[in-house]
C-alpha cells in the first residue's frame, strides 16, 4: 500500500473517530434532526435508549437508501455515509470515558471500512456477468445542469412567481449566451473556456441575493434575544472549539484528498472534473446552512461535525494539499464558532437573507428529487433498453404509497441499482439478453 493511501485511510480514521466522539458526548451530531433531540438527553428528560434508538431511525435509511448508493457510482463518498453513521455510532457508544474510547474506535473502523468495502463493491461490479457500473454513473448525470436552476426555484418560493420566472429566464439566457460565446482564444492556440452551468448559477445567485436583500426588516431583534436566553448554550460549543476544529480540518483534508463530497451535486461535479463549479455549489450550499447551523446551535447548544459545510469549499480549493486543508478547514470552523453569537444580530439585520437559507434548502431538495429521478430512469433505460422507465416510474410510484418510503432523493439511485442487480439475476437464469 503506497504512502497516499495510507494517508487516505490515516485521515477518514480520523473523521470517522473524532466525530463519533462528538456525537457520544453531545458536541456535534450531522443530521438536523437529531440535533434539537440531543438537548433532552444532556439534560436527562431522555434516556440512553432513546437518544439510540431516535438516532438509528432518523439516520440509518439515509445512510443505505442515499448516502452509499449515491456514492457508489463515482470514486467520491458521499459525506452523509460517514457523518450519519458516526451519530449512530456515538448515540449507541455508552457515556463517559468508555464510551469515547468505543465510539472514537469504532468510528475509526466505520471510517476505513466504508473507503475499502466501497472499492471491494466496484471490484464486485467487474465480476457480474452484467456490468452495469458504466450505466449507474449516469444517475448524476442530470444533477449539474438542474443545479443552476435551483436560485429561481428559490425566488419563487420565497418571492413570488414573477421574480422567480424573471430569474429562470435570466439563467436560461446566461445558460445559451456561454454555450455559444463563452470560450477565448488568449493566444499561442490556447483556449479558455468558461463553464456555462457554473455562470448561470452565478446569475441565478445573484438574483437570489439582491432580492433577498430588498426584504425589509421588522425591527424585532428575535434572534439576538434569543441569544441572551441560550448564551450558556452557545459558551458549551465555544467550550469545544478545540474538538470541533479538529473534526473541521479533517473535513477539509478528506475532500482535498477527493475521498468525500458534502453533497450529490458537488460529488458529481468533483467526478467530472470540474473543481470550479464543485466550488461553486459547496459555496452555494454553506450559504444556505448558515441560518440553519446557526440558529439550531444557538438554541441546542449542538454543532454540526462539518459547520456551515463552508469546510468543503476549502477541501475543493485546496484539493491535493491535505495538510493546507487542514489547517485551513480548522480555521474557519474556528471562525465560524466564534462569530456564532455576532451572526445571529447580522442575519436579522436582512431578514431576506436569513429566510433565504431556507428557501435554498428547499429548493435544493426539490431540484436534486428530480434530477437523480431523471438520472435514474435514464440509467435504468441504459442497463435494461425498453424496461428502466416503466421500472423507474413504476417503483417511484408505489415507494408513495408503502408505508416506510425511502426518501425521495435515494428513489433514483436506489431503482438503477436494483435493477441492475435484478437484470443480472435474470441473465443467469435465461430471461435476459443484454442489448450489444
Known sequence: MDGSKVMELVVIALLGGVCSILANRGIAVFNDGLRPIVPEFLEGKIGKKEIAATSFALSFGLVIGFGIPVSIGASIILVHSILLATDIIGS???EGTKGMIISGAVGAIYGVGIVLGLQAVVDLFAKLP????????MVGSPVVIAFSIFPAVAIAHQHNFKKGAIAFLATMLTLFT?????????????SFTLSAE???LLVGMIFMIVFAIQVKSDGNDSNQSLMSIFLERVQRIKKNWILLSLTGGLVSAATSLLMIAGDPISLNLLSEG????AALAAFARGIGFIPLVFSTAIVTGVYSPAGTTFVFVVGILLRGNPIVAFVAGAAVMFVEIMLLSGMAKGLDRFPGVREMGEHIRTSMNKVLEVALLIGGAMASESIA??????????????NKTAKKPIVDLAVGPVAAISLGIIVNIL???GLFTPVG
Do not use: A, Q, R
Open 92 to 94: 449507541w457508544s455508552p
Open 385 to 398: 433498453p425498453g424496461i428502466g422507465y416503466f421500472w423507474v416510474i413504476g417503483l417511484s410510484l408505489l
Open 130 to 137: 452484467i456490468n452495469f457500473l458504466d450505466s449507474l454513473s
Open 427 to 429: 441473465y443467469l437464469v
Open 178 to 190: 456561454v454555450k455559444k460565446f463563452g470560450t477565448f482564444n488568449i493566444g499561442n492556440g490556447t
Open 274 to 277: 470540474k473543481f470550479s463549479e
Open 198 to 200: 457554473g455562470m448561470s
